[in-house]
């Protein structure tokens, strides 16, 4: 599974649009990108996944480069709620599901 | 949310017990995992299942063996519980996508064990 690097932490003000990066630079044709998050000391919660194109629903928006080594999750309207820890993760999606998770992004969201 | 119980939630052991952690599942979902996360790790996967009786190593399964007799149970059994395994322990579930055989890669958490090896 191709390697995917994430910034430590970030800090967004609460109502504005979170954007978290992730490069996943020898991503394969076939691996699929996936985030997650993990709000402290809860287990983590799917956010969203994608192939190729961009991809939306209730919680966030992903944007893949045309060339797949970058994707960016979109949180549009943070709130402190959404503070958490976020996993961009680089599998296929038909080997068994065997995501491996990295260090993520400490998202902290401040009033 | 996703039907998905670990028992015990907690846990203290001495080193060399042997100790069990049960995930169960009420979603008939094909596909179960067992992580552990530890500070500076992550998560890490030990043990996946994708069948009953279908068991396969993760990344860290030194120290760990899995059953999975039923499609709702999958056990994680510590044969002697050593202080490296002080860990909280995650299990995940996930469905293939319309039937067929192909995973999604959509996990479902459950609220994890916590376990102290003294």
């Known amino acids: 599974d191709a390697k995917t690097t994430q910034p430590t932490s970030m800090d967004c003000a609460e109502g504005r649009a979170a954007n978290l990066p992730c490069n996943h630079s020898?991503?394969?044709?076939?691996?699929?990108v996936y985030w997650y998050r993990q709000i402290h000391s809860q287990g983590p919660q799917y956010i969203i996944h994608?192939?190729?194109n961009n991809e939306t629903n209730e919680m966030a928006s992903l944007i893949i480069t045309e060339d797949r080594k970058s994707s960016t999750l979109i949180l549009p309207h943070a709130t402190l709620r959404d503070t958490a820890v976020y996993y961009c993760?680089?599998?296929?999606?038909?080997?068994?599901?065997?995501?491996?998770f990295g260090q993520g992004t400490e998202l902290s969201v401040k009033p | 949310d996703a039907g998905i119980t670990q028992s015990p939630r907690h846990k203290v052991t001495e080193t060399g017990t042997p100790v069990t952690l049960r995930c169960h599942q009420t979603?008939?979902?094909?596909?179960m995992y067992w992580y552990r996360q530890d500070p500076g790790h992550g998560l890490r996967l030990i043990h996946y299942?994708?069948?009953?009786?279908?068991?396969d190593k993760g990344e860290v399964s030194d120290g760990y063996s899995v059953s999975r007799s039923k499609t709702e149970d999958f056990l994680l059994t510590l044969e002697s519980a050593t202080s490296s395994q002080t860990s909280v322990y995650f299990c995940?579930?996930?469905?293939?996508?319309?039937?067929?055989?192909?995973?999604?890669?959509?996990?479902?958490f459950g609220e994890g064990s916590r376990l102290t090896v003294l």
């Open positions: 995940a579930i996930s469905e293939s996508k319309r039937g067929l055989s192909i995973n999604t890669g959509e996990l479902f």
């Open positions: 020898t991503i394969s044709g076939n691996e699929y």
């Open positions: 994608g192939l190729k």
């Open positions: 993760i680089a599998g296929h999606a038909n080997q068994g599901g065997k995501l491996i």
């Open positions: 979603e008939n979902h094909r596909y």
């Open positions: 299942s994708y069948g009953v009786k279908d068991t």
